[in-house]
């Protein structure tokens, strides 16, 4: 099998690797020289654990190749799969010129059958557009070469994306022939083998399995988000709810963890792509402009508690923040809660001093010098006024809270992950804020 990856972003550089790993002859290809050159040097723009040397391990074995030219990529490809961006327009829905330009450019090199499968998260109806768009180029040529399209959404997380990829829980395929369903089988025959769920289906289906499964995980997070709050106004405590109501097997445990809001280049772009479908086919997903109302609000749940222990005045206050990323196990700054926090405190005149093990230089790229950035954990909290935990790096979950006090000018911390045992702070003395729990 011989399969071309059109963009190395997350997904694409991720599913290509993966492809690679199980014998499949993968091409990853993407516009910006810089990246490919980076890539054939085995050096990976983001941060995955694991994915290095996976990718360097693949390229040694003659089986990942990265390239700047589609058309030589998929000269032997059995199936194309399109991973580019999808970025939110103005309005919300997803900008799709990428997905139709490299759907344009397949269909004017196309020389042989092959599977055009959609990997972004694109919206429903995406996959008629690609088979439109590489149709026209085909026409123009006046060449007669038969393709399918499919839809195959990605499910992996950013931070465990390798599992997520070889070990899924389901793998969702929309197809509309037996010729591309039998090309589909074939390029994920290792995972059937190991009895992980393909789930074959009609396209519109799969597109709307994707958006589906990320609003109702929001609805979920949101909806705990919104509990917690309660929770601290009636006197209950928001961890034993979650482990009243996760104990329940139709609920779960997973993802009903509160916090200070989801973020990520997934969540928060596709509940506002699906609110715009849903809207635009005048079916407004009421449930889902609350998931976002409620996400928005809850980004700023720990600066209240700051302003209201700080009786509204947090000028000159020097803030320490422990971790700046989305969440723990990668750099992605992208829609962060830290974000909106350090933006609130810099207004209101505080001081912010930031950690985080990995995602610095992101937040430097973001937001440069307007805030400090200490050499590790404990640096950030000299002379600080508080110290806020704003993501759940495993490193911050134990730390030396007799140090800590040494170099705090106060004992206080507000903390929007849950981590920290209540008991063992007031033992300590410290002020102790968290999210949806009595104090
Ligand atoms: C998410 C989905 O989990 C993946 O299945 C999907 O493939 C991916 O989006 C995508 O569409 O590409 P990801 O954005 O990497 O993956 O991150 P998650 O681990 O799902 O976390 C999302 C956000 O929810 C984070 O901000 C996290 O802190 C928050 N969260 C998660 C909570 O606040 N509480 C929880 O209980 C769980």
Same mark, same amino acid.
């Given at each position: 099998m011989n399969i071309t990856i059109i963009g190395t972003g997350y997904v694409g550089l991720v599913s290509g690797t993966c492809f690679a790993e199980t014998g499949i002859t993968v091409t990853c290809v993407d516009v910006d020289q810089k990246k490919i050159d980076n890539l054939n040097q085995g050096i990976i723009p983001i941060y995955e654990p694991g994915l290095t040397p996976m990718v360097q391990k693949n390229m040694e074995k003659g089986r990942l190749f990265f390239s700047t030219s589609l058309k030589d990529s998929i000269a032997e490809a059995d199936a194309v799969f399109i991973a580019v961006g999808t970025p939110p327009d103005e309005d919300g829905s997803a900008d799709l010129q990428y997905v139709l330009g490299v759907a344009r450019e397949i269909g004017k090199h196309s020389d042989h059958y092959m599977v055009i499968v959609t990997k972004?998260? $694109?919206? !429903?109806g995406t996959a008629e557009k690609v088979k439109a768009a590489i149709q026209d180029e085909l026409d123009k040529r006046k060449q007669d070469i038969p393709f399918d399209v499919a839809s195959n959404p990605e499910f992996l997380k950013e931070g465990a994306a390798i599992d997520d990829f070889l070990k899924p829980d389901r793998v969702v395929i929309g197809t509309e022939s037996e010729r591309a369903q039998k090309v589909m089988k074939k390029l994920y025959k290792p995972f059937l083998m190991n009895n992980h769920p393909v789930i074959f289906m009609d396209i519109p289906s799969a597109e709307m399995t994707k958006y589906a499964a990320n609003s109702m995980l929001a609805t979920k997070i949101s909806f705990m988000n919104d509990i917690a709050n309660l929770c601290e106004i009636v006197g209950a405590d928001v961890n034993n709810v979650r482990r009243g109501i996760g104990s329940d097997t139709r609920i779960g445990?997973?993802?009903i963890y509160p916090g200070t809001g989801y973020g990520g280049s997934c969540f928060p772009k596709d509940v506002q792509a699906l609110v715009k479908t849903s809207e635009q086919n005048g079916h407004p997903l009421e449930i889902l402009k609350s998931v976002e109302l409620v996400n928005n609000r809850q980004k700023s749940v720990l600066y209240r508690k700051m302003m209201t222990h700080f009786n509204g005045n947090l000028k000159g206050k020097k803030i320490a923040i422990w971790g700046l990323s989305f969440k723990p196990n990668t750099d992605d700054m992208r829609e962060a809660p830290a974000l909106v926090i350090i933006d609130k405190l810099l207004k209101e005149g505080a001081e912010v001093v930031a950690y985080d093990p990995v995602a610095m230089e992101e937040c430097h790229h973001k937001i440069g010098d307007s805030i400090g950035y200490a050499k590790d954990q404990y640096e950030?909290? !000299?002379?600080?006024d508080a110290l806020v935990v704003v993501t759940e790096w &495993?490193?911050?979950? $134990?730390? &030396?809270f007799r140090v800590m006090e040494k170099l705090l *000018? &106060? *004992?206080l911390i507000f903390d929007g992950r849950n981590i920290y045992d209540i008991e063992e702070l007031i033992e300590n003395e410290y002020t102790y804020y968290s999210i949806g729990r009595k104090a």
């Open positions: 972004s998260t $694109v919206p !429903i445990h997973k993802f950030a909290l !000299i002379d600080a &495993n490193e911050f979950k $134990v730390p &030396n *000018k &106060n *004992k």
